[in-house]
């Protein structure tokens, strides 16, 4: 299971060091069920980034200040420089998915 966001503080850090994959999700959203059984193989398969599960509903406000309206929504960083996002209210593939992450 990938590590939740805690606080802005820790979103402020992980954005400025190292690679990370923010994954914008919530428990009622039933679109991010469905890639739920899928998201630890493709943390496996990109281990050079670390992913961390952000609930929409408690960062709302960061979510506004990314652009981030719908869910599930992925954005990469790599230190400090966004490196890409993948942000829609659609339902995501697996392939989808993947194709982002080796676009980056």
């Not at 980034?49 to 981030?68: A, K």
């Not at 929504?73 to 995501?92: M, T, W, Y």
Request: proline content about 4%.
């Amino acid at each position: 299971m990938m590590n939740q966001l805690q606080s802005m503080e820790e979103f402020r850090q992980m954005r400025e060091n190292g690679k990370h994959i923010f994954m914008f999700s919530a428990d009622w959203c039933p679109d991010c069920r469905v890639i739920e059984p899928i998201l630890p193989e493709i943390e496996e398969k990109y281990h050079q980034y670390t992913f961390i599960y952000v609930d929409r509903d408690q960062f709302i406000d960061l979510c506004s200040e990314l652009d981030i309206f719908g869910i599930p929504s992925f954005l990469a960083f790599e230190d400090g420089k966004e490196l890409g996002r993948l942000v829609s209210k659609d339902r995501k593939t697996k392939e989808e998915i993947e194709s982002f992450i080796e676009s980056l």
